[in-house]
């Protein structure tokens, strides 16, 4: 499967602990993005990243919230401390370089319930 | 500022019959705009893709939408649904102030009945 690849699918922390996410983009894509969609919302940008760089975290909340995309291996979304309010779909997308008109290729998610 | 509005958060038809699914954006910059499809559980799916070319758009599984920059329009459109299309539809504007920040309608929900 050369798509964007996102594991786990779901994942079930308690509040306090720890969340990782992790990404695996298209092949020949060196750029990930990272959106999170809440019940009933569309999705909404956290952050951008080529390989080593973040490029953009601007929608990234400024606490317990990191994302990092290695030279080698995936593109992790780590989540400190997990609260209620974490709960949502995290979605990655990958492109191969930022466009106007280059659509970008989206994994199918990572459902992460905090109990 | 950029902004997505999807008028209707839930439409229904009938099998066969024609879908509409309305899109408004507002852009400062010249727009390119998409659909996408979510299946429940799954990924996007990109349907199609406006980027200043050909104003009707022509996508996968038989849909097409019209840009209409007069109407700040981008309606999603297809003459006749099939139970497999029931799913939740986005439409999404990727603005020019930022080539990669995309910014999201809140969804349509699209139900097909029988």
């Known amino acids: 499967n050369a798509g964007v690849m996102q594991n786990p699918r779901h994942l079930v922390r308690r509040r306090g602990q720890e969340a990782r996410l992790r990404c695996s983009p298209m092949?020949?894509?060196?750029?990930v993005y990272w959106y999170r969609q809440l019940p009933e919302e569309g999705l909404k940008f956290m952050v951008y990243?080529?390989?080593?760089?973040?490029?953009?975290e601007s929608g990234m909340p400024k606490e317990r919230f990191s994302a990092e995309f290695p030279k080698e291996g995936p593109s992790i979304l780590r989540i400190q401390q997990v609260v209620r309010g974490d709960s949502a779909a995290y979605f990655c997308?990958?492109?191969?370089?930022?466009?106007?008109?280059?659509?970008?290729?989206f994994g199918d998610g990572t459902r992460l319930s905090i109990l | 500022a950029q902004s997505v509005t999807q008028l209707d958060s839930h439409v229904s038809v009938s099998e066969g019959t024609p879908v509409l699914l309305r899109c408004n954006y507002s852009?400062?910059?010249?727009?390119?705009l998409f659909w996408y499809v979510q299946h429940p559980n799954k990924g996007l799916q990109l349907l199609l893709k406006?980027?200043?070319?050909?104003?009707l758009v022509k996508g996968i599984n038989g849909f097409e939408a019209e840009f209409k920059k007069s109407e700040t329009s981008f309606h999603l459109t297809k003459p006749s649904a099939h139970m497999s299309d029931a799913a939740e539809y986005f439409c999404?504007?990727?603005?020019?102030?930022?080539?990669?920040?995309?910014?999201f309608g809140k969804g349509t929900l699209l139900t097909v009945n029988p």
């Open positions: 852009s400062s910059y010249s727009p390119s």
């Open positions: 999404v504007l990727n603005s020019g102030g930022s080539n990669y920040k995309l910014t």
């Open positions: 997308a990958s492109s191969p370089q930022p466009r106007d008109n280059q659509p970008q290729h």
């Open positions: 990243l080529q390989k080593e760089n973040i490029i953009d």
């Open positions: 092949k020949g894509h060196s750029h």
């Open positions: 406006y980027t200043s070319a050909a104003t």
